[in-house]
């Protein structure tokens, strides 16, 4: 399969996987994987980006049907949905618990394999409630690949996770599943940041599991005033109180 070396936004991973970052201080890793019949764009970035352009790096590299695959409802990365549809693209994959209004194309409990032709397979699969209710990962499939995996927000480089809707406890045991996964995927491409590895992936987990059991203490030592913990949980302020609000509101 014959492909441009690069095109204007968008840098190759591998023979089939190239990854664009859209602007900001924690730039958008926007996903694009190609086959002979299909290219999947993960995550095309929020409603105020420059939508045209990213279709037309798209169509630098390949002239396949495009279809959307959405990690999470986020509106970071959801905003580009409609005009993607008002442009053509038919399908939009999304989590049945991601309220992304725009999908037209739902997934559960049971992962979904996307055949994109000439060998590439790429596998949507939902590994429990963490970063939000309805996280998926997007696992590329084929002989030739490098083993990359697409993981939203579930995974965070360079920045503290966001916790104001998650599931803490439940990320951790997504986290463990991830890293589980090393077997069939050794490049982690994170929603925002750099790419990671396996070991960064069991490094965020055992911080989460730190942060998850100091602050658990904490609500039951001080149920009045828990943000006394700050100090202690292995996070920013900021998100070391929301990780405390949510583990009060489950």
Known sequence: MDHAPESALFRRLDD?????????PT??????????????????GPAEGDHQALLAAVRELSSAELVVVNTHGHPDHIGAN?????EGVQRIFAHADAGVETATDLVSAEPVTLHLGGGVDVVLEHLGRAHTE????????????????FCGDLVREGDDPEFHDSYP???VRSLGRLSSMSGTYSRFIPGHGQEVDAEFIGSMRRRMQQGYNVSSQAIRDAVNDATKAIPI????PGESRELITRLRGR
């Open 16 to 24: 089939h996987v190239f990854l664009a970052e859209l602007g900001g």
């Open 233 to 236: 949980i292995p996070y920013g």
């Open 27 to 44: 730039p958008l890793n926007v996903g694009l994987i190609l086959g002979q019949d299909i290219a999947v764009l993960v995550d095309p």
């Open 82 to 86: 409609e005009l993607l549809l008002r």
């Open 169 to 171: 406890k439940e990320w």
């Open 134 to 149: 309805g996280d998926l990962v997007v696992g590329v499939r084929a002989e030739d690949s490098t083993g990359i995996i």
